[in-house]
């Protein structure tokens, strides 16, 4: 069963222009939710976790867990966010699902 | 903090023959560690789980003689890449977990593995 669910596999905003990739899991006991980032040609890094509630170059994203939803956000675009996206679970074992990212594109 | 290194970053080698990649915790011990492979413009996919001392946990699909991983210590796992073939080249990578922390994984820049 598909446990994290990222419904865009290609997202374009303008520069400045808010932006929201969208994650969705499916996880009977208590999940820690993450957001990890690809810039080309670098490893992947963790940008957030929710247990953290931080913001981190700009983006934010809430647990929702009535919509079992993380959705991640930043209010004004830039460039230097184009990238890959991937949202992922950590399960209470030793389980981590990755969604299947979202390549995010800003144009100038 | 929170480094994990691999070796080779990229390596090619001919059909039939072994392969080995290092993944190294620098700054934290290892508890588990991860091995994903990665094709181009696509997702990650796990391979096995493997934690220190024990045996490694495969995924399903994946040959566990062919993959051979080794957690020998709390800062290296190896995998073993067997009798490689032009279809297992991939990018693949690794990742860790420390001993305390939450439930997040760091990441490994990944190793190019090209077999002709």
């Given at each position: 069963?598909?446990?994290?669910t990222q419904p865009e596999k290609l997202l374009s905003v303008f520069k400045g222009a808010p932006v929201e990739l969208k994650c969705?899991?499916?996880?009977?006991?208590?999940?820690?939710?993450?957001?990890?980032?690809?810039?080309?040609?670098?490893?992947l890094q963790l940008l957030l976790r929710h247990i953290s509630r931080e913001s981190i170059k700009g983006f934010t994203a809430d647990?929702?867990?009535?919509?079992?939803?993380?959705?991640?956000?930043?209010?004004?675009?830039?460039?230097?966010?184009?990238?890959?996206?991937?949202?992922?679970?950590?399960?209470?074992?030793?389980?981590?699902?990755?969604?299947?990212?979202?390549?995010?594109?800003?144009?100038? | 903090?929170?480094?994990?290194?691999?070796?080779?970053?990229?390596?090619?080698?001919?059909?039939?023959?072994?392969?080995?990649?290092?993944?190294?915790?620098?700054?934290?011990?290892?508890?588990?560690?991860?091995?994903?492979?990665?094709?181009?413009?696509?997702?990650?996919?796990?391979?096995?789980?493997?934690?220190?001392?024990?045996?490694?946990?495969?995924?399903?699909?994946?040959?566990?003689?062919?993959?051979?991983?080794?957690?020998?210590?709390?800062?290296?796992?190896?995998?073993?890449?067997?009798?490689?073939?032009?279809?297992?080249?991939?990018?693949?990578?690794?990742?860790?977990?420390?001993?305390?922390?939450?439930?997040?994984?760091?990441?490994?820049?990944?190793?190019?593995?090209?077999?002709?």
């Open positions: 069963a598909q446990r994290v969705n899991y499916s996880y009977s006991g208590s999940p820690e939710l993450f957001w990890y980032v690809q810039y080309s040609r670098q490893r647990l929702n867990k009535g919509e079992t939803s993380f959705h991640l956000k930043k209010p004004f675009a830039q460039e230097e966010d184009s990238a890959m996206y991937y949202c992922a679970l950590g399960d209470t074992g030793n389980q981590f699902y990755f969604g299947t990212g979202t390549s995010l594109t800003v144009i100038p | 903090g929170a480094v994990v290194s691999q070796h080779p970053s990229w390596v090619i080698c001919k059909s039939g023959t072994s392969v080995k990649i290092e993944c190294r915790s620098l700054d934290f011990q290892a508890t588990t560690m991860f091995w994903y492979r990665q094709f181009p413009k696509q997702s990650l996919m796990l391979m096995a789980t493997s934690n220190e001392g024990s045996k490694a946990t495969y995924e399903q699909g994946v040959e566990k003689d062919k993959f051979l991983i080794n957690h020998a210590s709390l800062t290296l796992s190896t995998l073993t890449v067997t009798s490689a073939h032009p279809e297992d080249s991939s990018f693949y990578i690794c990742s860790a977990r420390g001993t305390s922390w939450t439930r997040e994984q760091y990441f490994g820049p990944g190793t190019r593995l090209t077999v002709t």
